[in-house]
């Protein structure tokens, strides 16, 4: 039997050039990056990696990139979602040619389908695809996969875990309830990050952060402090990884704040398929600038020049400040103020 | 300059073949079938078509078609929304070329945006569309689009108008307050038939009514009525057809009790490419039977053969009632009972 | 047979003394102002009426001095909503002994109840009122009512109507469908009047407005030409009336707005039970100023002395400019600027 | 200085006699009964004590009550919220006078007021209460509070906590980061027991738990092991307090079904004072049987004589076939079946 998945799979961003096409060298190096910083696996195709806004072909590009790269080193959990059922079997065939270790697919979008229908979907995919199968529930974006839908699907062996972000922990509690006992082999993944170590504490078996993605060493470090028993030690990490979360999260809209803290750490990823308008162009330079400071904290970027503020809790000042602050560091820097 | 989008725009469905694809000849049978009973326009690839469960190639095709059979009897407002801007733009292009007179294009869906974001992707589609563009708002599955934003996007000619899918009847009133007094141009349409005569009597133009691909003589009874000030008239059908209306759309996740009642007048649309759980299927079967009786006292089609119980509002009830009443007729038809 | 409860009432608004006690004089007068002014009827311990800051004793009063002043010129609805059944329905004597038409009671509050307990505890009431009972729908604040626990509670002769404030047109056809067949006599009454022309089109009898606390002349216009016919003109004026609308119920937590702008009418209302905190007392001074504009528009009250600046629709910078446009004016009087 | 808010607080149901009143002697039984299991403090007038259905009068009782029969075995936080900030100050004052350690002020509800609104609510009494004063946010019932409502509050040396029962693990990480560093004696209590052990691992205090007035032995358990590290022990313990808790919150409104577990225990609690319907109160029978297993698993009451079916996750079955074993057994008995 395949090994269980576990660990801290990474949602990766997806690097573009200037005319906005797969910025291939700069992916495999990022990938490259990531393994060397200890996530336990690869997630390509996920929400953070904006699988949307790609075409049928870039989706498997992405994959099949990802799994020649990791070359075996971690695995791959791809994500399989297309236009409809058959399409969706066609791309878990092809990322099971890839090598993938499994693939996550996402309850069905755009409509808001009721339980039954979700169980149907999955049932079907369930019954064809080739690689094992990941239930992805984000029921902010997605139709909701709920207890009773989990515990159905969980028949199916060929379904290895779920991918929750719902962040709900006590939903935690009642999936593993509800399936553990069953299916002991079955993975239990949150998506969720700010929520990371309670949820490790009532049993998952891992996480796929995006959040991982950006600072690897510290969703590792808590991961391990967390599994060895080091409570206190990952709570303090966990409650300074959520102003950082939350930065990335609420500054922007998804996931353009994680693109704009990838770059500090020195990748170049390129303009988002999702056009920005010029006042969200300006701001993000004032993200980036509020994002280096927290980052520096944790060590794992310098500081911005002018030095970092005391932060205040409200971003929005917090921006308006730490911009200031450059700008009057220039102008000192020129004799000027 | 081109002629204002008005009337009952039909958001089509697909029909499909026993192997899951499109259905050519009974689409165009069916698209003769609309423009014969009134229907004042098409709309391909709208959420009632299940665009999103379409490859890319099928959604060409299916407007491809579309413009051919309508021939210029009635103008086709095409669904042209794909994976991100560059295509979406790339498909106004080709829609464009096949004679289509606009595209309807959703706000972006799955990422929840912010109205800053809607605005810069519309913007950026207005300046490289070479297609009027028609804004698609439908809050229930996709980013809203909200009064400033609209306000910001009428600016940009190309945007001829708006489908508003809300049901929200001071919406509308607010939208037309706030676009018509600089855009007398601007189309306002409404993609809530349960609100129709309340719409157009606010100021709407008209409609992409779901409804109207089932019974087009009613839609376009109802909205010529309104709009030659029978209101009374209007509103006695208009409470009728919520009826028609709601079991169509709680009956079963959307669009899927549409594709049920379709059937009934006569047309061939095969299984939908979302799964039916055995539960319902069965289910389905008892939904037509009701579906029939409803659409029977509007006279388009007959009654089923057991005759129709008396309706008591509430579905559940009525759909075991009149199935059993079928059992009950067969078994009286064959001596036994 | 009492007779059906039709026309615009008014969900009076209660005028506070300098102690933060009702001003019983300046209640009285605006009483007598409102029914000059050709209101239908008064809603005391409406939601505008902020009953839930009112004592027991309160309420009472302020249905007392309401059923008074109004000597029978107008009916008056009174809320009865009280803790619970027992002293709900203690209420209900008490106001039939004071001589109210009818009572509303809003449907459960604060914990969520299932249409099954929304149903058990109308029917309580139902079966000891000895006064009519007008059902009060308002999903934003209260338990809803649904169709089904309409149409349930319909079938006592002791509810004679509802009042809807979900401001759905749709969901208002529906009401009626279900119970006017059976009910004739049934009262529906609209609590929003951002909608106010289209739920009479669609067979609505009359409102409850809190606007007809603040303009009572143009609710009773647009009353009047509707049910008579002169549908164009009304919606004209309806367009109007949602940007007077929208300003008081969105600048300010509800019902602060209102009260902000009947004092612009010449009445002295107090301070709230609900505290401001210092930067809403600021903004409630601009805020009076864009009312008194849209407000004299309607040729309802004076422009301010510095003459009124064209409205962009945006309310914050609306308000910006036209403080500054006083300041300006008073700066200008005095010779500077 | 006062000791810090810790532990589990019981916020206690409220026993009524035949005629619907307050039973005062069980309700001190009931006191009595909880202190020697181990609760660490009493809640009286809380949501589980449905505050809202009692009078002012008989909300001072039930403090009053409380604050006698404990009599400093246990502290009690006392529910204040009365109809306005007067009249909350008063009740602030007269539950200072019984003895109560501090009160707990439910966020405005039934409008929805802004975090502006909110803040100059609390900030009111925080200037005029003489009991120390917790904060409750309860989203799903109340107004929300959120993180930088709670920063300013807390430079309130008078408001000394807050209850939150939003079951977001996450905002508990954020409250104590935004307000720990400067107030370590600020005291944060989860008033949701499904997520105890998470909320206790991220640092909260402790929690306000209407389950502690269940199975107080319980709570106290858990709390203790996860307090003392032992935390796989706790987590084992919390996942089947889950199931306990969700059968009573979901089977009927809240908190129905706490007061038909309650019974289980030993007491007469009565009829609640939200009616119920004649399908309400058949439910709740089958719901008690099902109950009674549950609890008997945790060797708190004796299971039901025809003994304990095994529990299939699905309650509508689960009570079902529970009360049919009964109805056998019961035939069984009688040499029936």
Same mark, same amino acid.
């Given at each position: 039997m395949s090994q269980k998945l576990q660990g801290v799979f990474t949602p990766n961003l997806v690097p573009l050039d200037a005319r906005g096409n797969i910025n291939e060298d700069e992916y495999r190096r990022y990938i490259d990056w990531l393994i060397e910083r200890g996530v336990h696996g690869l997630y390509p195709n996920g929400s953070t990696g904006e699988?949307?806004?790609?075409?049928v072909e870039e989706r498997r590009r992405i994959v099949k990139i990802a799994c020649e790269q990791c070359d075996g080193r971690v695995p791959v959990l791809a994500g399989a979602a297309e236009a409809n059922v058959k399409e969706t079997i066609a791309a878990c065939e092809i990322y099971h040619g890839y090598g993938a270790r499994a693939v996550a697919i996402v309850s069905p979008y755009y409509y808001k389908l009721s339980p039954e229908s979700v169980y149907a979907y999955f049932r079907e995919i369930a019954r064809h695809s080739p690689i094992d199968v990941t239930l992805y529930n984000i029921p902010m974006f997605a139709s909701p996969i709920d207890i009773p839908t989990i515990r159905r699907l969980a028949? $199916?062996? /060929?379904?290895v875990g779920i991918k929750d972000s719902s962040g709900d922990v006590t939903f935690m509690c009642r999936m593993i309830s509800a399936v553990r006992p069953n299916r002991p082999d079955f993975s239990f993944l949150t998506g969720w990050e700010a929520a990371m170590v309670p949820m490790l504490v009532v049993g998952a078996d891992g996480g796929t952060h995006a959040t991982s993605g950006i600072v690897p060493e510290l969703t590792r470090r808590i991961f391990e402090l967390t599994t060895s028993g080091a409570i206190d030690e990952a709570v303090a990490l966990q409650l300074r990884l959520i102003e950082l979360f939350d930065v990335m999260l609420t500054s922007?809209?998804?996931?353009e704040g994680f693109r704009a803290a990838v770059?500090?750490?020195?990748?170049? $990823?390129? /303009?988002?398929?999702?056009p920005l308008s010029d006042a969200q162009s300006v701001d993000r330079l004032a993200l980036q600038r509020v994002l280096q400071c927290i980052m520096a904290d944790f060590g794992v970027v310098d500081a911005p020049e002018e030095g970092c503020l005391p932060r205040s809790g409200n971003l929005e000042r917090d921006k308006v400040l730490q911009v200031t602050e450059a700008v009057m560091a220039r102008l000192r820097e020129r004799g000027v103020g």
């Open positions: 699988f949307t806004r790609f075409t028949e $199916f062996e /060929r379904i922007a809209d998804f996931p770059e500090l750490r020195g990748f170049d $990823f390129g /303009r988002s398929r999702q």
